[in-house]
């Protein structure tokens, strides 16, 4: 099952990360809601609150849910909003699956993770109010096993407090493994489980949460 779809996931997350700054408009500004800007200190991935999911396809019918179960991304003062992936964290609720997806697929021995960047303007910051949200598209870069490819998502990013903020997807992200050449190692993982087909391309999905530094 192709895994290279998460990581179209964690393009939008590194998207919802620079969503994060950007600007709101007509934000309220009052005693009570008004906050430090989000261009103040920089932002860190809170692991426990977030996910990032994958829906594979086999056979033509069978769906099955995949994610990724160790990730980590900032959004430095500058505007460079990063995401790592941890490709051998990647869960699929098989043992087997797991390690062909590790040893096969990925590759970890010599490519362990993959990350997305993306690089924002921050005089464009500005704070969003707590309790505001706002929709954002953006572009972010994934680095795979050497392989580049842009990913464009929209998010939507809530402030849920001062110091914390929340990105979903606005419609899951479609990731193809022509994207990062894997068509070969897919190929491979289908003849292994003798499967008729595996599906290029599948929905990613996730849930970030950033927390302040």
């Known amino acids: 099952m192709p895994i290279v779809r998460p990581l179209a996931l964690a393009a939008a997350l590194a998207l919802g990360l620079a ?15 008004e906050a430090a800007s989000v261009t103040e200190g920089a932002w860190t991935l809170d692991p426990a609150g977030s996910r990032l999911a994958y829906v594979s396809i086999k ?12 990730l980590s991304g900032t959004v430095a003062a500058d505007g460079t909003a990063t995401l790592d992936i ?3 964290s990647v869960n699929t609720g098989v043992d087997i699956r797991n390690e062909r997806m590790r040893e096969i697929f990925f590759q970890v021995a010599d490519n362990p993770k ?5 690089k924002l303007d921050p005089a ?23 392989v580049e490819s842009t990913v464009e998502t929209e998010v939507l ?15 899951p992200v479609i990731i193809s493994t022509d994207m990062f050449e894997l068509t ?20 990613v999905t996730f849930a970030l949460t950033f927390v302040r530094s």
């Open 124 to 146: 464009a910051f500005a704070g969003l109010a707590v309790g505001q949200s706002i929709t954002r598209s953006m572009n972010a870069t994934i680095a795979l096993k050497g």
């Open 19 to 33: 969503a994060c700054a950007e600007p709101a408009a007509d934000a309220p500004r009052d005693a009570a809601t």
């Open 157 to 171: 990013v809530t402030r849920v407090s001062a110091d914390r903020v929340t990105v979903v997807p606005t419609a």
């Open 184 to 203: 070969d190692e897919l190929g491979e993982l289908r003849a292994l489980a003798q499967l008729p087909s595996i599906t290029p391309a599948v929905p």
């Open 86 to 88: 941890d490709l051998a």
């Open 114 to 118: 993959a990350v997305v960047t993306a």
């Open 59 to 70: 056979a033509g019918e069978i769906a099955e849910s995949n994610r990724f179960d160790t």
